[in-house]
């Protein structure tokens, strides 16, 4: 029971360099999701994905980039990585349906830029 | 849009005693209503969560928490806790009719036990 797998747990870039997370899910959800989080700021929502080709813009899409090609990947892109995306990010994934769904997280990545 | 305050950073407690974790919601929409937990260097795993129907609702590991519409408040409560229980707790909610299982988390409750 993998759930959802998150790749790297830490990382280390300097300012300007760009770099993707990967998330995967082998629970064959269709919604997926990926937050940033802050201390005693609570989770916030960077973008969504209904399905394999839709993506969405969630609370702090700016300087994140998605893609969702298969219904298991769902990897999140950082162009041009500045000081303020330093934080801890998670991806989740959940079953669709009419709303209250259990979310499955990842195990989070540890993101420093410096 | 809907939002959501908890209202202790903190809450240090001895262990067996009783906790209280509070949170209040704002929304212009019915809701759904969650508790997440968060230990140490782990993801979020849901508690318990409010749909509909009785508001009173029993989580995982002992918690329960009461859904007050016209306080709208959610707060969670253990009648007592465990060494194992410290841990950061987040309520959350979302939209019923518009953003499905998108979620407005707050910014986080830190559990800690204390023998």
């Known amino acids: 029971n993998a759930g959802v797998t998150q790749t790297p747990k830490f990382r280390i870039l300097k300012i300007g360099q760009s770099m993707t997370l990967q998330c995967t899910q082998d629970?064959?959800?269709?919604?997926m999701y990926w937050y940033r989080q802050d201390p005693g700021m609570g989770l916030k929502l960077i973008y969504y994905?209904?399905?394999?080709?839709?993506?969405d813009k969630g609370e702090v899409p700016n300087g994140y980039n998605v893609s969702r090609s298969t219904t298991e990947d769902f990897p999140l892109r950082l162009e041009l990585a500045a000081p303020s995306q330093t934080s801890v990010y998670f991806c989740?994934?959940?079953?669709?349906?009419?709303?209250?769904?259990?979310?499955?997280f990842g195990s989070g990545t540890q993101l420093s830029v410096l | 849009a809907q939002s959501v305050t908890q209202l202790d950073s903190q809450v240090p407690v001895f262990e067996e005693a009783p906790v209280e974790l509070r949170c209040n919601y704002s929304?212009?929409?019915?809701?759904?209503l969650f508790w997440y937990v968060q230990y140490p260097n782990q993801g979020l795993q849901l508690l318990l969560k409010?749909?509909?129907?009785?508001?009173l609702v029993k989580g995982i590991n002992g918690f329960e928490a009461e859904f007050n519409k016209s306080q709208t408040s959610f707060h969670l409560r253990k009648p007592s806790v465990h060494i194992s229980d410290t841990a950061e707790y987040f309520c959350?909610?979302?939209?019923?009719?518009?953003?499905?299982?998108?979620?407005?988390f707050g910014e986080g409750t830190q559990l800690t036990v204390n023998p």
């Open positions: 629970m064959n959800h269709n919604y």
């Open positions: 959350a909610v979302s939209d019923r009719k518009t953003s499905g299982s998108r979620l407005t």
């Open positions: 409010y749909l509909s129907g009785s508001t």
């Open positions: 989740a994934s959940s079953y669709p349906g009419r709303g209250g769904e259990k979310l499955f």
């Open positions: 994905s209904v399905g394999a080709g839709i993506t």
């Open positions: 929304s212009s929409v019915s809701v759904y």
